[in-house]
């Protein structure tokens, strides 16, 4: 048990149509991250939040955007979907930008399968 | 920038025998370097992470990693392992500066499959 909720935690989508992803971070984390974890491959950086504000993105479009709220819950928003983006989205969260190597919590990831 | 490469993909190991599994990674800066393990249907669970000090670094469910940096490398041991430890495993680094956030960099993944 980590601290850090997703939901849903599977969904379908049809190819073109948008996603809204939604993260709770654990109690006190003012920095939340998305991943990418395609099937049989490890997790891609997608972006970062702290404080609300985006302060680190990966290599992906900007159909991929974000929001981080003031009560550090976030939300993962994907448009035009693809087939490729079908994979299991990570929110993590930590505390301060996990300076000092604080650790990173995952939650166990909302599966998006687009047809 | 960093990458990491995970040197197996696919680990078949007996229960009880010792697992070995390789992390090597690249990186113009300092980094942190993390151990991180996925089970079936799961998000990722931190196993052990080396920040600084001593090189051999102890985890979780009796695992243990050693830093070596002129190999730039991070392995992955355990003496004995049971049928509970098959899972997904996947070594991370981190540039040590406070822009880096929580900008994790993966390796591929190691699968690991304990046999009876």
């Known amino acids: 048990e980590t601290g850090v909720t997703q939901s849903p935690t599977h969904l379908i989508k049809t190819r073109g149509q948008q996603v809204t992803l939604r993260c709770s971070s654990q109690?006190?984390?003012?920095?939340v991250s998305w991943y990418q974890q395609a099937l049989g491959q490890g997790p891609q950086f997608i972006f970062q939040?702290?404080?609300?504000?985006?302060?680190g993105r990966g290599n992906f479009p900007p159909r991929f955007s974000g929001l981080q709220f003031p009560n550090y819950s976030s939300e993962l928003n994907v448009n035009a979907l693809e087939l490729d983006d079908s994979a299991l989205y990570l929110c993590?969260?930590?505390?301060?930008?996990?300076?000092?190597?604080?650790?990173?919590?995952f939650g166990e990831g909302s599966w998006l399968t687009v047809v | 920038a960093q990458s990491v490469t995970q040197l197996d993909s696919q680990v078949p190991v007996f229960e009880e025998a010792p697992v070995e599994l390789r992390c090597n990674y690249s990186?113009?800066?300092?980094?942190?370097l993390f151990w991180y393990v996925q089970y079936p249907n799961q998000g990722l669970q931190l196993l052990l992470k080396?920040?600084?000090?001593?090189?051999l670094v102890k985890g979780i469910n009796g695992f243990e990693a050693e830093f070596n940096k002129s190999q730039t490398s991070f392995h992955l041991r355990k003496p004995s392992v049971h049928i509970s430890d098959t899972a997904e495993y996947f070594c991370?680094?981190?540039?040590?500066?406070?822009?880096?956030?929580?900008?994790?960099?993966f390796g591929g993944g190691t699968r690991v499959l304990v046999k009876p």
């Open positions: 939040y702290y404080r609300e504000e985006e302060n």
């Open positions: 080396y920040l600084s000090g001593s090189t």
């Open positions: 991370a680094v981190r540039a040590r500066s406070k822009a880096a956030g929580n900008k994790l960099t």
């Open positions: 993590a969260s930590s505390l301060d930008q996990g300076a000092s190597g604080n650790t990173i919590y």
């Open positions: 990186s113009s800066v300092s980094v942190y």
């Open positions: 109690s006190g984390h003012n920095t």
